[in-house]
C-alpha cells in the first residue's frame, strides 16, 4: 500500500513562495504526481516527476528524490487564484495513483 | 471539449435504496476510475478498469460495483446504499499509452445517504 504525508494547511502572502512538503512510504513507485484543487472542483493536473530532480512549469516547480520518498512543489509569486487544495499523488507498478489528504494554501492579501 | 460528464450532479438517497453514478469520456481513454473524497482522506481509489470488459478492484471497493461495457462509459452502482458512503464521487480517466498517465477528472457527484 502507499503512505503519503503533507502538511493539513499553509497560509501565505500575495506574491510570496510557498513549499508544500509532500513524502511517502510505497510497496512501488511509478512516478509522482501534484494536482490543483479548487473547492468545489475537479482536481487538475498540475505536475509529474518519475525522475530524481526538479521540474519547472512557469511559476510553478516540482521536485522528487526517491531514494528519500521526499516531494515538494514550489508555489511563486503567489496569486489570490492560488488558494486551493495542492494534493500529493504516487503511482504504483500498476499504475494506480494513490493520494494523499491534500494541503489547503490560503493566499492573502 | 467534454471531457468527462458525471450524473447526477447531486443525489440525496435513502439508506437501502440502491443507485447508478453515471461516467461517460469523449476522449477514448483506455483506462477509467472512481474515487471518493472525504474531508481529512483525500481521494480514494473504489474501482478501476484499465481498458474495456476489465475491471479491478481499488482500495475502497465494499458496496460498489463497476462495468466497463465500451470504452466511453464507466458506471458505479451502489447496490443497497448506507450512510458511511455519502461522500463526493469522482470519475476520471487516462490515457495509459501516455508516458505520465495523467488522469482527467469529471465534475463530481455529491452523494448524500439518509
Known amino acids: 500500500g502507499q503512505n503519503i504525508d503533507q502538511p493539513t494547511e499553509m497560509t501565505a502572502t500575495e506574491g510570496a513562495i510557498v513549499q508544500i512538503n509532500c513524502t511517502y512510504q510505497?510497496?512501488?513507485?511509478?512516478?509522482l504526481f501534484w494536482y490543483q484543487q479548487h473547492a468545489g472542483e475537479a482536481p487538475t493536473f498540475l505536475s509529474y516527476?518519475?525522475?530524481?530532480g526538479l521540474e519547472e512549469k512557469g511559476r510553478f516547480s516540482s521536485f522528487l528524490s526517491r531514494s528519500k520518498g521526499y516531494s515538494y512543489l514550489l508555489l511563486k509569486e503567489l496569486q489570490m487564484k492560488d488558494s486551493a487544495s495542492y494534493l500529493c499523488?504516487?503511482?504504483?507498478?500498476?499504475?494506480?495513483?494513490?493520494f494523499g489528504a491534500g494541503t489547503t494554501v490560503t493566499v492573502r492579501a | 471539449t467534454a471531457g468527462i460528464t458525471q450524473a447526477p450532479t447531486s443525489q440525496i438517497l435513502a439508506a437501502g435504496r440502491s443507485m447508478t453514478l453515471r461516467c461517460t469520456q469523449d476522449?477514448?481513454?483506455?483506462?477509467m476510475y472512481w474515487y471518493r473524497q472525504d474531508l481529512g482522506l483525500g481521494l480514494r481509489l473504489i474501482h478501476y478498469?484499465?481498458?474495456?470488459?476489465?475491471?479491478g478492484k481499488g482500495e475502497v471497493p465494499d458496496g460498489y460495483s463497476v462495468s466497463r461495457a465500451n470504452t466511453d462509459d464507466f458506471p458505479l452502482t451502489l447496490a443497497s446504499a448506507v450512510p458511511s458512503q455519502t461522500s463526493v464521487y469522482f470519475c476520471?480517466?487516462?490515457?495509459?499509452?501516455?508516458?505520465?498517465?495523467?488522469?482527467?477528472f469529471g465534475a463530481g457527484s455529491r452523494l448524500t445517504v439518509l
Open positions: 476520471a480517466s487516462s490515457d495509459s499509452e501516455d508516458g505520465a498517465n495523467v488522469l482527467t
Open positions: 510505497t510497496s512501488g513507485f511509478n512516478g
Open positions: 516527476n518519475v525522475l530524481d
Open positions: 499523488a504516487v503511482r504504483d507498478n500498476d499504475y494506480k495513483l494513490s
Open positions: 476522449m477514448r481513454h483506455n483506462a
Open positions: 478498469s484499465n481498458t474495456a470488459g476489465t475491471t
